[in-house]
């Protein structure tokens, strides 16, 4: 047996490609089952992953490590609540029951939020419909118990928890009134029998997925979601996946930082693509291209052709403005937000910010040995800056530094466990 064979095993399997979370980090779940099954021989252990569809299971859960927590990003669920209650989905579920699917839902604090949202837009129960979807037994128990400890409590605004839980020692217990309006499933989206059906859903969460995928497997997935989407849905991905979808010539649907797209039916046929932007998280996916011909991250399972994403103009704001120098980066102007990043430096001073997003733009250039320094300054002024940690920790993961890496997750896992975090 080789780590390569466990790899295609996983990738064949859930989708899964190791070079996204690093082969260490499967080598390091391998080496958890191994033990777990008093298992010292590979061959043996290989003969039984094939042989035990319980073992696969148990690798898929060593592998997926849950990392959620209720209303992340609250731009996206600001977003949810602006669609379905000003107007953009209102003539489509007039008649309708609104259905919603959240894939992978994890432990279940996504699908909960989403439903916490919902409820605060004024819809009863009985108007809509959340199905979520995970390829974890472990996640999805731990989501329908509906207990949390501090940890799925991160957000700055925590008022929802007083509404929508009770406290029971150190842990929260959601109301049942929330816990009933979601429905957990097992499932794989890339598995032949996976809700079978086409134009289902009005509004999909699918974040933070596409990016543990190859493109071959990204085109897959993609292709199920537009299956399942009705024509005038929205689908709400994370920040690093927006290439993914515009190279599938989905449509931005112009919602501030919470990367949101119509698919492609939904364009009038009058009407021209709309050129939209690349967010930041999706420029660190990939190298910076010189002109606006590149629309989506390099590989060799890319089409011959695909269509061209024309850059905004440079936004015109002070130069030392934080919205500015974001907005620059996000836009794909990376050589301009370094200069004006550089720029807020002199005339500020160095801030966990500013290192953190020089890095990131350093990163989205393809240059992550600039881009480690500057996360580590950013950590310096700023111990607990929980992105800034993030990316270095899959930096340092991904250029075989394994020690460092794991010191990072170690880092991660004490400050999320912080009380209010």
């Not at 250039?365 to 607990?384: E, H, M, Q, S, T």
Request: charged share 20%; aromatic share 8%; proline share 5%.
């Amino acid at each position: 047996m080789t780590l390569e064979a466990i790899e295609q095993l996983l990738k064949d399997t859930m989708g899964l490609d190791a070079a996204s979370i690093g082969r260490s980090a499967v080598a390091r779940a391998t080496q958890e089952r191994m033990s777990a099954s008093g298992l010292s021989d590979h061959q043996v252990y290989w003969a039984q992953l094939n042989a035990s569809a319980h073992e696969l299971q148990e690798l898929i859960e060593a592998v997926v490590v849950p990392e959620t927590w209720f209303f992340r990003d609250k731009e996206v669920y600001r977003a949810l609540a602006s669609v379905v209650r000003d107007g953009h989905l209102q003539n489509a579920i007039q008649c309708d029951t609104l259905r919603l699917l959240s894939l992978p839902c994890s432990t279940g604090e996504e699908p909960y939020s989403i439903a916490m949202t919902l409820l605060e837009c004024g819809f009863p129960l009985d108007r809509f419909v959340i199905d979520a979807v995970d390829i974890s037994t472990r996640s999805l128990a731990l989501a329908r118990s509906a207990v949390y400890g501090a940890n799925s409590f991160r957000s700055g605004d925590l008022g929802f928890r007083q509404t929508h839980f009770e406290q029971v020692g150190t842990f929260w217990h959601l109301h049942d009134r929330i816990r009933q309006a979601v429905r957990f499933q097992l499932g794989n989206v890339l598995g032949s029998d996976f809700f079978p059906g086409e134009a289902i859903y009005h509004v999909i969460f699918c974040r933070n997925l596409l990016i543990y995928f190859d493109r071959a497997t990204q085109e897959a997935c993609i292709k199920v979601l537009l299956r399942l989407l009705k024509p005038e849905g929205y689908l709400f991905i994370g920040p690093a996946e927006s290439g993914v979808l515009l190279s599938h010539r989905f449509i931005s649907a112009k919602i501030a930082n919470a990367f949101v797209f119509r698919p492609p039916s939904s364009m009038p046929a009058a009407k021209a693509p709309v050129a939209v932007s690349k967010s930041m998280d999706d420029l660190v996916r990939q190298r910076a291209a010189p002109a606006a011909t590149r629309p989506s991250i390099p590989s060799r399972h890319a089409p011959a052709t695909r269509p061209t994403i024309e850059r905004q103009p440079a936004v015109s704001m002070p130069p030392d403005s934080r919205d500015a120098i974001t907005r620059l980066a996000d836009q794909g102007h990376l050589d301009e937000a370094s200069k004006a990043c550089e720029a807020h430096i002199q005339a500020h001073g160095l801030s966990a910010w500013t290192c953190h997003l020089m890095g990131l733009i350093r990163q989205a250039a393809g240059n992550a040995r600039d881009a480690i320094p500057y996360f580590r300054k950013a950590l310096y002024l700023d111990p607990n800056h929980y992105e800034a940690m993030t990316h270095l920790a899959l930096l340092l993961e991904k250029q075989g530094d394994a020690t460092g890496a794991q010191a990072m997750q170690r880092r991660l896992k004490r400050l999320t466990r912080q009380p209010g975090r």
